[in-house]
């Protein structure tokens, strides 16, 4: 009986959680431009002198439409205008996919980050890139010159703050699943593993330093390259235990703070007791309802929607050295963004996952009229 009533109740949650999203698709739309084939970051983005849709936020978008069983029905010229917005910013002869803005360029995240959205949407979209991709062009960073320069530079790599420290090692994953033969690949992929290893805090299962929420994040991100070798990650009850006490005893300040230890979770794979997830859940849905915006959107942020997404992973009165200069791509408003919407859409996927139900069909009028 106590088994029901927790799954009625999440039944309950999940539905309370599908309201949110009444306004959401009608947002989306209308950051599409149709002149470019992309998707603005945030409404504020269109009065920017000249800011105009960037990488991340159309792959975003496309994720979205992906997720909501959309992509069919786009329409053949939308799709067409997309493989040209990501072909467009391919560069020959460095194979790199780069924004407008040139401080992209100076962000080793973002232009790792780039690589994998253009490629992974020009795949979806039926198109691909018009030039050979860095590795293969012999434009690969130079830690990837050998497996010693790599191990050098992931030491390298201060763990000071987990969040943005665990994005610097993960997104290296970029590189090194472009390495040939599958043999030398490997073994980039087990020297990176065993740095990993050493690294990992036994009794919390997370990596570096920071508070849960960023610990968790730091994970989140390590586990993108586990993911890509298909790898487990190691030590997950014990990142339970450390998900748990976050969501007691933290505020969620930020949608990726709501957004990580869920997907974490997904990844994990672990046999959640009902009355725990129920309370995961229920966290979850009221977390969201904060950053819930008037648009129809969702904000990253519970003051604002951030300017510079790429720097908004140290908080105030925290500290990473060497960040890269700020990539404003919005006016810092109250209102939804890009990247808080991508992770809201998969934060209800991966919830319904967990508690073994399907997802309705939300409500999608409006997203492909221009």
Known sequence: MQTQ???????????????????????????YDSASGGFYYARSSRSMTGIGPDIESTAQALNI???????????????????????????????????????????????????????NALRKLGGQPLHALPYEAQQAPAYMSSREAYTRWLASVQLSNSWRGCDRLSTSSVYVEQVEPASRRAAYAKTAFDFFAEQQDPQSGLWGEGSYYVRISGTFKLHIFYDRFDVPLPREEQIYQSILNALRNEEAADMCYIRNPIHLLSYMKLDIPVEELREIIQNTVQNMKRLLRADGGFSRELAHSPTAPNVAQIKGGEYYPNMPKAVHIGRGEVEGDMNAGTQALLIRSVCYQLAGMEAPKLSTMNVYQE
């Open 65 to 119: 439409l992906e997720r909501c069983g959309m992509l069919s029905e786009m329409p053949k010229a939308m799709k067409q205008r997309m493989i040209r917005f990501f072909q467009s910013k391919q560069e020959a002869p460095s194979g790199y996919f780069y924004d407008d803005n040139p401080l992209m360029r100076e962000d080793e995240v973002m232009v790792a980050r780039a690589i994998g959205y253009s490629v």
């Open 5 to 31: 009533t927790g799954n009625n109740d999440i039944r309950h949650l999940l539905a309370e959680m599908d309201s949110l999203f009444e306004g959401f698709f009608r947002w989306l739309g209308g950051q």
